[in-house]
Protein backbone atom coordinates (compact mmCIF):
# COMPACT_ATOMS: atom_id res chain seq x y z
CA UNK A 1 0.00 0.00 0.00
CA UNK A 2 1.54 3.40 -0.82
CA UNK A 3 0.30 7.27 -0.70
CA UNK A 4 0.71 9.81 -3.34
CA UNK A 5 1.02 13.21 -2.26
CA UNK A 6 -1.40 15.17 -4.87
CA UNK A 7 0.75 18.26 -6.42
CA UNK A 8 -1.05 21.40 -6.30
CA UNK A 9 -0.25 24.33 -8.21
CA UNK A 10 -0.39 28.19 -7.86
CA UNK A 11 -2.65 30.64 -9.56
CA UNK A 12 -0.59 33.10 -11.27
CA UNK A 13 -3.72 35.51 -11.00
CA UNK A 14 -4.75 35.57 -7.35
CA UNK A 15 -1.91 33.06 -5.36
CA UNK A 16 -4.65 30.57 -4.71
CA UNK A 17 -2.59 27.60 -4.45
CA UNK A 18 -4.48 24.52 -4.89
CA UNK A 19 -5.47 24.69 -8.44
CA UNK A 20 -5.46 20.83 -9.73
CA UNK A 21 -3.14 21.91 -12.62
CA UNK A 22 -1.00 24.70 -14.05
CA UNK A 23 -2.96 27.34 -15.91
CA UNK A 24 -0.83 26.97 -19.09
CA UNK A 25 1.62 23.92 -20.60
CA UNK A 26 4.41 25.03 -21.92
CA UNK A 27 2.41 28.57 -23.35
CA UNK A 28 -0.96 26.63 -24.16
CA UNK A 29 -3.53 27.03 -22.00
CA UNK A 30 -5.67 24.73 -20.28
CA UNK A 31 -9.20 25.87 -21.03
CA UNK A 32 -10.70 22.96 -18.12
CA UNK A 33 -9.70 24.89 -15.29
CA UNK A 34 -11.41 27.38 -13.90
CA UNK A 35 -9.71 28.80 -10.75
CA UNK A 36 -12.02 28.30 -7.75
CA UNK A 37 -11.01 31.46 -6.18
CA UNK A 38 -10.75 33.99 -8.72
CA UNK A 39 -12.63 32.54 -11.24
CA UNK A 40 -9.90 33.08 -14.35
CA UNK A 41 -10.56 30.61 -16.95
CA UNK A 42 -7.46 30.62 -19.05
CA UNK A 43 -7.93 30.61 -23.07
CA UNK A 44 -10.95 32.15 -22.12
CA UNK A 45 -10.37 35.14 -19.94
CA UNK A 46 -7.25 35.83 -21.41
CA UNK A 47 -7.95 35.04 -25.35
CA UNK A 48 -11.56 35.91 -25.48
CA UNK A 49 -12.11 38.32 -23.05
CA UNK A 50 -8.89 40.38 -23.51
CA UNK A 51 -7.46 40.28 -19.90
CA UNK A 52 -4.39 39.73 -18.71
CA UNK A 53 -3.20 37.94 -15.92
CA UNK A 54 -2.83 41.66 -14.21
CA UNK A 55 -5.63 43.12 -15.95
CA UNK A 56 -7.72 40.54 -14.64
CA UNK A 57 -6.49 40.57 -11.26
CA UNK A 58 -7.07 43.98 -10.97
CA UNK A 59 -10.63 44.14 -11.90
CA UNK A 60 -11.23 41.01 -9.37
CA UNK A 61 -9.96 42.84 -6.36
CA UNK A 62 -12.03 45.79 -7.14
CA UNK A 63 -14.89 43.93 -7.14
CA UNK A 64 -14.58 42.90 -4.03
CA UNK A 65 -12.26 39.61 -4.81
CA UNK A 66 -15.13 37.35 -4.30
CA UNK A 67 -14.38 33.46 -4.32
CA UNK A 68 -15.71 32.11 -8.19
CA UNK A 69 -16.67 28.34 -5.59
CA UNK A 70 -17.62 30.19 -2.11
CA UNK A 71 -17.95 26.73 -0.56
CA UNK A 72 -14.28 26.13 -1.05
CA UNK A 73 -13.29 29.48 0.07
CA UNK A 74 -11.15 28.30 3.74
CA UNK A 75 -12.85 30.05 7.08
CA UNK A 76 -9.67 32.49 7.42
CA UNK A 77 -9.09 33.39 4.28
CA UNK A 78 -6.79 35.95 3.58
CA UNK A 79 -6.29 37.82 0.40
CA UNK A 80 -3.15 39.59 0.81
CA UNK A 81 -1.22 36.48 2.38
CA UNK A 82 -2.42 34.76 -0.86
CA UNK A 83 -0.94 37.08 -2.91
CA UNK A 84 2.63 36.89 -1.45
CA UNK A 85 2.09 33.95 -3.26
CA UNK A 86 2.55 35.51 -6.44
CA UNK A 87 5.12 38.13 -5.14
CA UNK A 88 2.50 41.32 -5.08
CA UNK A 89 1.55 43.13 -2.15
ZN1 LIG B 1 -7.01 32.47 -9.19
Same mark, same amino acid.
Given at each position: ???????????????? *???????? %????? *??????????????? *? *??????????????? %????????????????????????? %????
Amino acid at each position: MFFRKKRYFVCSVCGY *DYLPGPLY %INGTP *DVSLICACCGFQPGY *D *DEELGYTLESYREEW %IQKGAKWFREKEKPKQWNLKKQLKN %INIR
